[in-house]
């Protein structure tokens, strides 16, 4: 590990405490810089002019077909919590 991170330029520590399955970035404080919060700004604004604009669509709801989906979607959940409490008792 310690000929890795020579040839890498990585942080011993770092390395260690990764292998030791710890949060390696846990205790580092890691500083925003002005310009991520200019982009974040700009991206904000771009989804709020773009929401103003936007229009509710109407959309054709079929209750027979509503109702079927439903069914079948309760089905394969229940299916699916069987199977997996009969493999993994859910621990």
């Known amino acids: 590990m310690d000929r890795e991170c020579r040839l ?4 011993t520590a ?6 030791h399955g710890e949060d390696s970035l846990a205790h580092t404080k890691a500083r925003r ?3 991520e919060f200019l982009i974040a700004a700009a991206a ?9 604009g936007a229009a509710r669509q ?3 709801a079929s209750l027979p077909w ?3 989906i439903l069914a079948a ?3 394969f959940l229940v299916i699916g919590g ?6 993994t008792r859910f621990s």
């Open 73 to 75: 979607t309760l089905v």
């Open 44 to 52: 904000v604004a771009v989804f709020v002019w773009l929401a103003m």
């Open 8 to 11: 890498y330029g990585l942080d």
């Open 66 to 68: 509503m109702i079927v």
């Open 58 to 60: 109407p959309v054709a």
């Open 14 to 19: 770092r390395v260690e405490a990764a292998m």
């Open 33 to 35: 810089r002005w310009w």
């Open 82 to 87: 069987v199977l997996l409490w009969k493999r």
